[in-house]
């Protein structure tokens, strides 16, 4: 099984200011194989970004992902108040052939 | 527009049997394979399982095989998840999703499942 594990577990910041998501894979991903998720409260998961880099449909360039091989981020330029919410990386590969992290918490 | 749009909570007694549904819609709902992602209270997302509705050929998680069974109805475009006999643990939320790519590029809303005595 290939585990991610995302750090940091939790993030504080202030809308205005940078975010960036850590998701370490166990094993090496072929990049077109992670995907980032955000969930708000109450809601449904929705994709962020696929491929490692390419966003969603509807998805603001204020996201954006980036990274390689093990290590993968996810940058937020400048957190929105919506942007508060909690964030799953996501692998497909190996066996079971998907997993995801444990997520990150983005609190203001 | 695509949408899942899933079955409604239900409260459930250890032992009893469930089936929870996943109605597709917006898209021809036989090309992409519909999976179940479960997340237990305050927790993470775990991935179930996923069912290619072509021929309702299910694959499960290592963790939920032999748990749950998967199907899915072309004719209905319904993809359902189905549990014999639940245990307090199976309390959780339970996703439906469609696969695009190696990704989960639609969520259903999810269905609540309390399973209490």
């Known amino acids: 099984e290939i585990v991610l594990t995302q750090s940091p577990g939790t993030l504080s910041l202030s809308p205005g200011e940078r975010a960036t998501l850590s998701c370490r894979a166990s094993q090496s991903v072929d990049s077109t194989d992670l995907a980032w998720y955000q969930q708000k409260p109450g809601q449904a998961p929705r994709l962020l970004i696929y491929g490692a880099y390419n966003r969603a449909t509807g998805i603001p360039d204020r996201f954006s992902g980036s990274g390689s091989g093990t290590d993968f981020t996810l940058t937020v330029s400048r957190l929105e108040p919506e942007d508060f919410a909690v964030y799953f990386c996501q692998q497909y590969g190996g066996s079971p052939p998907f997993t995801f992290g444990q997520g990150t918490t983005l609190e203001i | 527009e695509v949408q899942l749009v899933q079955s409604g909570a239900e409260v459930k007694k250890p032992g009893e049997s469930l089936r929870i549904s996943c109605q597709g819609s917006?898209?021809?709902?036989?090309?992409?394979?519909i999976g179940w992602v479960r997340q237990m209270p305050g927790k993470g997302l775990e991935w179930m399982g996923i069912?290619?509705?072509?021929?309702?050929?299910?694959e499960y998680s290592p963790a939920f095989q032999g748990q749950i069974s998967m199907s899915a109805d072309k004719s209905t475009k319904i993809a359902y998840l189905q549990w014999r006999s639940l245990k307090a643990s199976d309390t959780a939320i339970y996703y439906c999703v469609r696969r695009g790519g190696n990704s989960f590029d639609h969520w259903g809303q999810g269905t609540r499942v309390s399973v209490s005595s």
């Open positions: 917006g898209y021809t709902f036989d090309s992409y394979w």
């Open positions: 069912v290619w509705p072509g021929d309702s050929d299910p």
